[in-house]
């Protein structure tokens, strides 16, 4: 399945680099959202409050009563994840918040699943270097993604695995990267970070991996 994603800066729609260099920013995101009221899932990304900078709550709260999607940055509270879901959002995402000193925090997966419901978190997994990376990406931990799907899987509907080091540089998603991870996890597994053609996707499918899409959409290369 392929996942349009629409990620939001300064009330703005954007693509960025590795999170770092802005590539391409649109000032209407009523085109993308009617453009991507087809497909069964969206993502909607806050950049602003996943880098502790700001938010796009407004926006957020206008765009995701209309489309079918899964929210994330800057939710880090039990209220955060209820309030958003409150909006209209099918499902939230939560990363950095997994963490507690560098370390995975069970206890707050525990908290948030028994609070909105595993079927309605996912959990983020971003690798730098084969590592999982957190706050914006600023901060690079011990845990390897395959230990933190183990340790958290229980508490999640599905796992978002974003392969930092080929975000937004369209040259392609490193499978063999997906493989152990789809071989570890019953649960839903959605891979970013590079995708840039159908036929990308369709060797996700066939492992059974669905696709979050972005700069490649964005450029026309996959059409939307």
């Not at 209309?66 to 994840?81: D, E, P, T």
């Not at 590079?194 to 036929?199: A, C, D, M, P, V």
């Given at each position: 399945?392929?996942?349009?994603?629409?990620d939001?800066?300064?009330?703005?729609v954007?693509?960025?680099?590795?999170?770092?260099?802005?590539a391409?920013?649109?000032?209407?995101?009523?085109?993308?959202?009617?453009?991507?009221?087809?497909?069964?899932?969206?993502?909607?990304?806050?950049?602003?409050?996943?880098?502790?900078?700001?938010?796009n709550?407004?926006?957020?709260?206008?765009?995701?009563?209309?489309?079918?999607?899964?929210?994330?940055?800057?939710?880090?509270?039990?209220?955060?994840?209820?309030?958003?879901?409150?909006?209209?959002?099918?499902?939230?995402?939560?990363?950095?918040?997994l963490?507690?000193?560098?370390?995975?925090?069970?206890?707050?997966?525990?908290?948030?699943?028994?609070?909105?419901?595993?079927?309605r978190?996912v959990?983020?997994?971003?690798?730098?270097?084969?590592?999982?990376?957190?706050?914006?990406?600023?901060?690079?931990?011990?845990?390897?993604?395959?230990?933190?799907?183990?340790?958290?899987?229980?508490?999640?509907?599905?796992?978002?695995?974003?392969?930092?080091?080929?975000?937004?540089?369209?040259?392609g998603?490193?499978q063999?990267?997906?493989?152990?991870?789809?071989?570890?996890?019953?649960?839903?597994?959605i891979?970013?970070?590079?995708?840039?053609?159908q036929?990308?996707i369709?060797?996700?499918?066939?492992?059974?991996?669905?696709?979050?899409?972005?700069?490649?959409?964005?450029?026309?290369?996959?059409?939307a």
């Amino acid at each position: 399945m392929l996942i349009p994603s629409i990620d939001l800066m300064g009330g703005k729609v954007v693509q960025l680099v590795q999170g770092k260099k802005k590539a391409m920013e649109f000032d209407d995101s009523e085109e993308w959202v009617n453009r991507f009221l087809k497909y069964p899932l969206v993502q909607l990304i806050d950049l602003d409050a996943a880098m502790g900078t700001g938010n796009n709550t407004g926006l957020l709260k206008r765009i995701a009563p209309r489309l079918n999607c899964q929210v994330g940055g800057g939710i880090r509270s039990v209220k955060a994840a209820q309030e958003m879901l409150a909006t209209g959002a099918r499902r939230v995402i939560v990363g950095s918040s997994l963490f507690a000193d560098g370390r995975l925090n069970t206890d707050f997966a525990s908290a948030m699943a028994e609070s909105v419901g595993t079927d309605r978190l996912v959990f983020a997994l971003d690798a730098i270097g084969g590592r999982v990376a957190i706050q914006g990406w600023k901060k690079i931990t011990a845990v390897r993604p395959l230990e933190m799907i183990q340790s958290l899987d229980r508490w999640c509907g599905g796992f978002l695995y974003t392969h930092v080091d080929t975000e937004g540089l369209m040259q392609g998603f490193p499978q063999e990267v997906i493989l152990p991870l789809r071989q570890t996890t019953s649960k839903q597994l959605i891979a970013a970070g590079g995708i840039r053609s159908q036929e990308e996707i369709d060797q996700l499918h066939a492992i059974g991996v669905d696709a979050v899409v972005g700069m490649a959409i964005y450029r026309g290369l996959i059409p939307a």
